[in-house]
């Protein structure tokens, strides 16, 4: 599965753009993560960069094929997590995107083909305290039967990308040594 191939595929959710929202729609598991990860503006230019020119993904240890090298409205992505024959393709359509002085980030949404259907949603900011903020907000539920039936798995695999997702945004940001 390519990233170019899937510009006709539709969403596989209704809810669009709720991940910027915070908000999760009936039948959907919430994941929800705010961590600080660095200090100062480098920190914050550091991960925002990384955000959208898709590094977080690869430092997380996901194999990313984009349909352009920056998260933009409309872009296609397909990440890919796993080893080998056991690697799961997870493509999504980057929904929304904000660019501000103290605030970066986008939100991608699933498309056919990936074992879960929802929004996932993430952000960099600069605090007024200088502290640099990590957040992640998704909604999400199996796309399938054969992935409800997997559930408890799926969901430690969830679990284990959003450490490494915390890991790269403090990677990215330098992290907080030396902060008092």
Known sequence: ????????????????????????????????VRTAVGVGEDAFRRLAE??????????????????????????????????????????????WTERTSTRTGFGYGTLPGHPESGEEGFVASLQENGLVVFDLFAFSRHSNWFYRAGGPVAEAAQRLVTRRYIAAAKALAGGLAGCT
């Open 1 to 32: 599965m390519k990233a170019k191939d899937l510009s006709a595929a539709s969403l596989t959710y209704d809810d669009v753009g709720l991940s910027r929202e915070r908000s999760t729609p009936p039948g959907f598991r919430t994941t929800e």
């Open 50 to 95: 990384g955000l959208m020119g898709w590094e977080l993904h690869r430092l997380a240890g996901l194999r990313i094929d984009a349909a352009k090298p920056a998260a933009s409205e409309g872009v296609d992505v397909v990440s890919g997590f796993g080893v080998g024959p056991l690697r799961l393709s997870a493509p999504c359509r980057v929904v």
